[in-house]
């Protein structure tokens, strides 16, 4: 079983910078793939970034690459997004989730992100 745990949300200007944090118990996030989902109110729940247990190759969703990067600290066993240039439409709740094979098996309660303009 693993459990996960968001941090790092709050409240920002457009154009500022943010960084969550997913802290994992269970398993290390070396052994899975891990990403980071958003869902805003009234809309369905989106791709961010994620970051795979073999390679550690990195994949983002077009509407933040250039300004989002996921990294993982193996010693910490987290994963982590750095947020930079950020916009009022990236308001939204910021889920970590973990693969072991497929499917995203695991998800964090979420951290809620809230950027004004």
């Known amino acids: 079983q693993v459990q996960l745990v968001e941090s790092g949300g709050g409240l920002v200007q457009a154009g500022g910078s943010l960084r969550l944090s997913c802290a994992a118990s269970?398993?290390?996030?070396?052994?899975?793939?891990m990403a980071w989902f958003r869902q805003a109110p009234g809309k369905e729940r989106e791709f961010v970034a994620s970051?795979?247990?073999?390679?550690?190759?990195?994949h983002y969703a077009d509407s933040v690459k250039g300004r989002f990067t996921i990294s993982r600290d193996n010693a910490k066993n987290t994963v982590d997004l750095q947020m930079n240039s950020l916009k009022p439409e990236d308001t939204a709740v910021y889920l970590c989730?973990?693969?072991?094979?497929?499917?995203?098996?695991?998800w964090g309660q979420g951290t809620q992100v809230t950027v004004s303009s």
């Open positions: 989730a973990a693969s072991q094979i497929v499917q995203f098996d695991y």
């Open positions: 269970g398993r290390t996030v070396s052994s899975l793939t």
């Open positions: 970051i795979s247990r073999i390679g550690g190759s990195t």
